[in-house]
């Protein structure tokens, strides 16, 4: 694992630097395999990311977009990962239909749902599941108590290490999210971080001992690149 910490001035300029890193492996990506796969998260620190990326011209056709985690609910619900995602961005710009692969939440249960999108990232990635197929990019926020996509501290869904795809648990609602080990196959994974809110989970993420389940982040460790851009609130204590 190559990991690089960076601590931008504020929030525009985290957007800025992850816009810039984006590019960079998108472009590679297009370069080296015809094509660019990127798993997005939601909440507020990617919008003005997603909303930057809409202003660029870019071979829209060879890029495919997913979704690390989402909420249990329908699509055009307000709550919806995918449809901030795509008023922010998707919506702007010429990007083929069937190049979005959104989250079914509108199974019979979130299980079903989680099935139906392992199955759906194993038939894109032509995957025989004995190996976990690898995204170009995974961008993850993280929570104040140091969860990622929907792994939450002390739930059973950080014990699925032979799937894709699991139930996450907040507060007794269902999510869908990729599992640790998926993410983990990935080719860069890159965490945006702002507030200093996020300093005491960033502390126990970054130190040196302590529970994985407990603080979920620290369960990432991708066989790529590992990137954590940080704004200067959150990144305080660990600029050197």
């Known amino acids: 694992m190559n990991k690089t910490v960076e601590v931008l001035p504020d929030q525009s300029a985290l957007v800025a630097r992850a816009l810039e ?31 930057a990326i809409a202003t ?22 307000p709550d919806s990962n995918e449809l901030m995602t795509r008023r922010a961005w998707l919506d702007r710009v010429d990007i083929p239909t069937a190049n979005i692969h959104p989250v079914p939440t ?32 995974v961008l993850l926020g993280m929570g104040d108590d140091a969860h990622t996509a929907s792994l939450f501290p002390h739930t059973e869904a950080l014990k699925v290490r032979d799937r894709l795809v699991t139930v996450g648990n907040k507060d007794g609602n269902p999510r869908i999210s990729f599992t640790y080990p998926f993410i983990n196959s990935a080719r860069s994974v890159i965490f945006l971080v702002a507030g200093a809110n996020k300093r005491p989970a960033l ?38």
């Open 21 to 51: 890193l984006i590019l960079s492996k998108l472009k590679t990506a297009i370069e080296q395999r015809g094509q660019f796969t990127i798993a997005l998260s939601g909440g507020s620190t990617p919008k003005p990311l997603y909303e």
């Open 56 to 77: 660029q011209k870019l071979p829209w056709d060879k890029i495919h977009i997913f979704w690390g985690d989402e909420r249990y609910v329908p699509p055009d619900h």
């Open 106 to 137: 509108l199974e019979a249960n979130p299980e079903l749902a989680a099935e139906k999108y392992e199955q759906q990232l194993k038939e894109f990635f032509n995957s025989s599941g004995v190996e976990f197929p690898a995204l170009d990019v």
């Open 203 to 240: 502390a126990q993420v970054f130190a040196p001992v302590a529970d994985d389940f407990t603080y979920p982040s620290r369960l990432i460790k991708p066989q790529g690149e590992l990137w954590w851009l940080l704004d200067a609130a959150a990144g305080l204590e660990l600029q050197h």
